[in-house]
């Protein structure tokens, strides 16, 4: 199993900062987000440990969010010494095929599409964890949908 800060770091790897492909604080968590959602409903079980919890702006991995606050809303600078050997092949194809999808989206594009589904809206009130089932429940109806 990965860490959250190795399913971030792919995705940081994956920008491209010559063509403006930036990636913030809180478009990374919507990306780590959408892939734990995803490797739930595929896999039956998580991509990485820690837990996901329903704040203001959307999903978020708290540690990951509390590592990167520095930068505000700003970019995030890729990872220089990225071991790309931690990651299987599956994995690698799984991640790049959710930056494909989701990475196109502006941060608060991926902030509101969060506010509409039941994972975040269903606990956000009281700010609570977001459950690996709920995820799983909603993810499983989105490959479903657009398969």
């Known amino acids: 199993m990965l860490s959250c800060y190795e399913v971030a770091n792919f995705f940081l790897a994956q920008a491209n900062e010559e063509i403006g492909d930036l990636i913030s604080n809180l478009k990374l968590q919507k990306l780590t987000y959408y892939a734990q959602g995803f490797c739930l409903a595929i896999n039956d079980e998580p991509l990485f440990p820690e837990e996901i919890e ?3 702006h959307g999903p978020v991995v708290p540690e990951l969010y509390h590592h990167h606050k520095e930068h505000k809303s700003n970019a995030i600078p890729s990872p220089t010494d990225l071991n790309f050997s931690v990651y299987d092949q599956n994995t690698q194809d799984f991640l790049n095929e959710i930056y494909s999808v989701f990475g196109q989206y502006s941060a608060w594009k991926l902030r509101n ?4 589904e039941p994972p975040w809206r269903d606990v956000a009130e009281e700010a609570g964890v977001i459950s690996h089932a709920a995820m799983k429940k909603y993810f499983i109806t989105q490959i479903e949908t657009n398969a």
């Open 113 to 116: 599409m969060t506010h509409d």
């Open 54 to 56: 329903a704040w203001t």
